[in-house]
């Protein structure tokens, strides 16, 4: 049960996460992207930074003491966006988009199944297998029906 | 963090060599993102889910703010000029970044990038079938609405496990 309810919760933050890209879409074209994502970037620090302030409770291990490599997950993140930048024009939205989804999760069943960065493995088990087939599926569908609507 | 749908429409240039040496560049990208995710789950099991959230948009924004200081444009609308509700983005991130820190560790990063991506086609069909945010009402198509049901019965898989 509490499986479904994380779940659900990862859908609708995917929800939200459209919502954000839809706003964001607007700035970046009157501002420039690196502007409107560091505006982005930068409210998301504050806004986290207060959530710490009146609501975290206080931890045995602070940021400073893990290891470095672990802090790097931003720099993902701002790659991942000027490559976008760059390549968009170039190969259009759509392709992209597979493009993008193939890779993420190729890079996350592998480090699930090998249980890479200090995750817990998990196996690649026979409903996974069969989850990834129906989102491929599901992919050439959104692919056609976008070639078709222009 | 990804955006996948809005705001990156541009037409495709012709140009297969140019295509063919960007792909295999953005297939990378997206790897970028699960190794992100990767990260960011043990970090907040170790920091707590918040601070590897402040993480993540703290390094972002010095990086940005560095990339823009130096390599940016000098030129364009101030932000103060722009109506406020364009602004509100940064609110909405935290969000997503907080909920990948929580479920990571859980359900892996393969199936919590397919529930992400259910949630934004699902809000997307939605957005467009029935013109919410005052969004025109266009017809969605039989593909698309099959093309969700499909993520649903993969989400439901992942959920049996």
Redesign the interface.
Known sequence: MG??I??A????????????????????E???V????????????????L??LF???A?A???LE?PK????????????MM??V????????A???V???????????L??NFG?????A?GL?S??M???V??A???V??Y??SQ??G | MQTLDEGLVAAPVKCSALRLLLLPLVILAGMGLSVEAGLLGPLGEQVGHLWATLSIFGVGSAILFLLLLFAGPRKGPALTELPRWQLIGGFLGPIYVVVLTLATPHIGIAMTMIAILSGQVGKSVLIDHFGWFGATRKKVNGERWLALGLIVVALVLIARG
């Open positions: 499986l479904v994380l779940l919760v990862v859908v609708l933050a995917g929800a939200v996460l459209s919502v954000q890209a839809a706003i964001n879409g607007r700035l970046g009157t501002v420039g690196l502007r409107s994502s560091l505006l982005t970037f930068a409210v998301g620090a504050v806004v986290t930074g959530l710490i609501f975290e409770p931890q291990v602070s940021l893990v490599w672990q802090l790097t997950g931003a720099l993902f993140g701002v790659v991942y490559v976008m760059g390549a968009v024009p170039v190969v259009g939205t392709v992209a988009t493009a993008v989804i193939v890779g993420q999760l190729g890079m996350g069943m480090i699930d890479w960065l200090g995750n817990p998990i088990s409903s996974r069969l989850a990834m129906c989102l599926v599901a992919l569908f959104m056609r029906s078709r609507t």
